[in-house]
T-cell receptor
Framework: GEDVEQSLFLSVREGDSSVINCTYT??????LYWYKQEPGAGLQLLTY?????DMKQDQRLTVLLNKKDKHLSLRIADTQTGDSAIYFC???????????FGAGTRLAVHP | NAGVTQTPKFQVLKTGQSMTLQCAQD?????MSWYRQDPGMGLRLIHY???????DQGEVPNGYNVSRSTTEDFPLRLLSAAPSQTSVYFC??????????????FGPGTRLTVL
């Protein structure tokens, strides 16, 4: 089955860019997603990318997709303390709604 | 709209007890699902439903039952709780499958501890 891997922790300085990486094994997902989880809360969709795209930009967020290497990344420009959270990448190889999640990357933003 | 609501927020059970985690959504979404989140692991799909009266198993269904009698509600039942079911449980809903991209909306979670 699908396996999605992420590094578990990232620490950045406020104002710097953050890059969170994700690798996956099953390339049949039509969409790939980034979800954000703030402490004590549920997950919230941050952004997504269609599998035939290489890049998607949405304000401070840039998603890069390398289909050959099965690598997905999320770049957050001008990282703020409010960006501190856990970020999950997810695919849906079994259908649009049956998400397979990575373990999540905890982003810590310090002054 | 309240979105996706879950009750209770916290629950402690003894091994062997049963309980039902409640989930409701007011967005008229056909698709609903349950995930569990364990430390160091991503969310894993337990059960899902594509509409009232239709349910199916996800990745980790053992020890859990579901039913879907209405579009709004999708309860998750633990028949005989085990310590391995200690986890945070999330309910999610979205528009139907088969379309293009559909955003899933998550509830705030239920933190369950089984002693």
């Amino acid at each position: 089955g699908e396996d999605v891997e992420q590094s578990l922790f990232l620490s950045v300085r406020e104002g710097d860019s953050s890059v969170i990486n994700c690798t996956y094994t099953d390339s049949s997902s039509t969409y790939l997603y980034w979800y954000k989880q703030e402490p004590g809360a549920g997950l919230q969709l941050l952004t997504y990318i269609f599998s035939n795209m290489d890049m998607k930009q949405d304000q401070r967020l840039t998603v890069l997709l390398n289909k050959k290497d099965k690598h997905l990344s999320l770049r957050i420009a001008d990282t703020q303390t409010g960006d501190s959270a856990i970020y999950f990448c997810a695919g849906a190889p079994g259908g649009y709604n049956k998400l397979i999640f990575g373990a999540g990357t905890r982003l810590a933003v310090h002054p | 709209n309240a979105g996706v609501t879950q009750t209770p927020k916290f629950q402690v059970l003894k091994t062997g007890q049963s309980m039902t985690l409640q989930c409701a959504q007011d967005m008229n979404h056909e698709y609903m699902s349950w995930y569990r989140q364990d430390p160091g692991m991503g969310l894993r799909l337990i059960h899902y439903s594509v509409g009232a009266g239709i349910t199916d198993q996800g990745e980790v269904p053992n020890g859990y039952n579901v039913s879907r009698s209405t579009t709004e509600d999708f309860p998750l039942r633990l028949l005989s709780a085990a310590p391995s079911q200690t986890s945070v449980y999330f309910c999610a809903s979205s528009l139907t499958t088969g379309a293009s991209y559909n955003e899933q909306f998550f509830g705030p979670g239920t933190r369950l501890t089984v002693l």
